[in-house]
């Protein structure tokens, strides 16, 4: 064949990059988002976060009487659009509502930060305090401040501080005690006889039950440090020889084996109960996680209104003296133009990221209503492809836009996804969202006898009688994503 050249004409999608950075942006949760725009901030040099404080500074004490920039305009108008009460409606309202009305006209939507910036130096002066805060005690800290105080020897401290080094988190002792001896050089001759003895110096520190090598033995030395009793001594009867029978909530073995009395069971449970099976994790260091909130959702003048939260919007602009150099040159080329472009795209993309927010949660709030007046029984069906439709938008994007992003309730904080879910048809031809039907089973759950608790047949039963038709499997499914037990872990004394 012999080669030859020809032309074809096609169409592709193709994804512009300023299309491929919206997308990003959207999907990425507030904490990403951020670490992105730093990265863009310290790439960009025509890119820069805006200082409220010198904006407002600029704008009502400029020098001759200077007009205010065009993005205050823009506020200023945004500002005259808020949708105030008249006169003759006020005077109605209670001092509640006006207070209400009052946060939601000066919060004044995702473009006015001031609220933020009100609270910055308190905010400020609170993390500085923070900053003095004294470091968290550790366990091996808290067992070495005792051992100081102690009147062992020296050779003891040493030894005790070597078994010390070999506690885990929980405040266990994860190696046997010959292992332990075979890492201690032969020159320091500790035998197992010492090693004992330095185990039980070491059990006798606080938190009691500290050292242990099992849960057997963590709950006997808590046991044994309490007041002599019949009930503590039945207590160490079933540590000792019923403990899986004591899990497995089997009482009625538990009173066969050891001779005892309901009653006798239920104080000794009591005691049991009250134990501590990990000492040493009140010792362990917390990570918080904080989330920032997307969205702010309140009840103004009898309405649910959701917000984008000021304190999650970046604001941001265009370095002001780059864009009058690259202005007065005749020609935009240069690197300084591509950033200026790059940096228009990203003020541009993040605003839009926010629109699609604001939108897509005022129409969850709007269908989900009845859910922040009555809870989450009153939670309705709701899936993607409802609200892509009223916004008309792609399911993709709104998949995107609940992901990772969070809103704030007078009920709680909660993913945008979780007012999403499917439902189960009714007796009388509606539908129950799966979350109203897990809240149902935390009610029923949470009020039965202890004594003869509910199983999944007759949760399932009673659902049924209240229209609701669950199989047994689906109850069991709920009950399990709600970290409930079964119903034989359940029994009670």
Same mark, same amino acid.
Not at 344 to 362: E, P
Not at 391 to 400: A, K, P, Q, Y
Not at 460 to 482: M, N, P, W
């Given at each position: ?13 193709? *994804? ?24 863009? *901030? ?173 849960? #057997? ?23 000792? #020889? ?103 795209? *990203? ?56 992901? #990772? ?37 935390? #009610? ?50």
């Amino acid at each position: 064949m012999k080669p030859s050249l020809q032309i074809k004409l096609s169409q592709q999608l193709a *994804l512009t990059p300023q299309l491929q950075q919206a997308i990003k942006l959207l999907q990425l949760s507030t904490l990403e988002m951020n670490q992105e725009i730093e990265r863009y *901030l310290q790439d960009n040099p025509l890119l820069e976060r805006e200082d409220e404080n010198e904006r407002a500074h600029e704008a009502y004490n400029g020098a001759n009487g200077k007009d205010r920039t065009d993005d205050l305009a823009n506020g200023e108008r945004e500002a005259s659009g808020k949708d105030e009460f008249p006169a003759a409606e006020r005077a109605e309202l209670s001092p509640a509502e006006i207070e209400e009305d009052r946060w939601f006209q000066d919060s004044g939507g995702y473009g006015n930060a001031s609220g933020a910036n009100r609270d910055r130096d308190r905010d400020d002066d609170e993390a500085e305090a923070q900053d003095l805060q004294p470091a968290a005690t550790t366990l091996r800290d808290y067992l070495s401040w005792q051992l100081n105080l102690s009147c062992f020897s020296d050779a003891d401290k040493s030894l005790i501080r070597f078994l010390v080094e070999g506690l885990d988190d929980d405040g266990y002792l994860s190696a046997s005690l010959e292992e332990l001896r075979e890492t201690i050089p032969t020159e320091y001759e500790v035998d197992a006889e010492d090693m004992e003895i330095a185990l039980k110096q070491l059990q006798s520190l606080e938190p009691t039950g500290v050292g242990a090598r099992s849960p #057997q033995e963590c709950l006997g030395l808590q046991l044994k440090a309490m007041a002599a009793s019949p009930a503590r001594d039945l207590a160490l009867s079933i540590i000792g #020889q019923c403990l899986d029978l004591l899990a497995g909530r089997d009482f009625n073995r538990i009173m066969k084996q050891l001779g005892c009395s309901s009653d006798e069971l239920k104080a000794a449970h009591a005691l049991i109960v009250r134990l501590d099976p990990r000492p040493g994790a009140s010792f362990a260091p917390l990570e918080a996680r904080y989330i920032i909130p997307d969205v702010i959702v309140r009840k103004v003048r009898g309405r649910w209104v959701s917000q984008i939260n000021p304190d999650a919007y970046p604001r941001l602009r265009v370095n002001r003296l780059y864009a009058e150099i690259l202005a007065r040159q005749r020609r935009g080329e240069g690197a300084l133009s591509g950033q200026l472009q790059e940096a228009r795209w *990203l003020i541009k993309n993040v605003q839009q990221r926010f629109d699609t927010i604001a939108r897509v949660s005022q129409a969850i709030v709007e269908r989900q209503r009845k859910f922040f007046e009555h809870g989450e029984v009153a939670m309705r069906p709701l899936v993607l492809r409802e609200i892509a439709d009223v916004l008309d938008l792609h399911e993709s994007t709104v998949s995107r836009v609940t992901s #990772q992003k969070y809103m704030s309730t007078p009920r709680g904080i909660f993913e945008l996804k979780y007012f999403f879910g499917s439902h189960v048809s009714t007796d009388s031809g509606g539908a129950c969202s799966a979350t109203a039907i897990r809240a149902l089973l935390k #009610q029923l759950i949470g009020a039965e006898d202890g004594r003869k608790p509910l199983s999944d047949s007759q949760l399932s039963e009673i659902l049924g009688r209240q229209g609701v038709v669950v199989a047994r499997r689906t109850v069991a499914k709920y009950r399990e994503a709600l970290n409930i037990p079964p119903v034989n872990l359940r029994k009670t004394l």
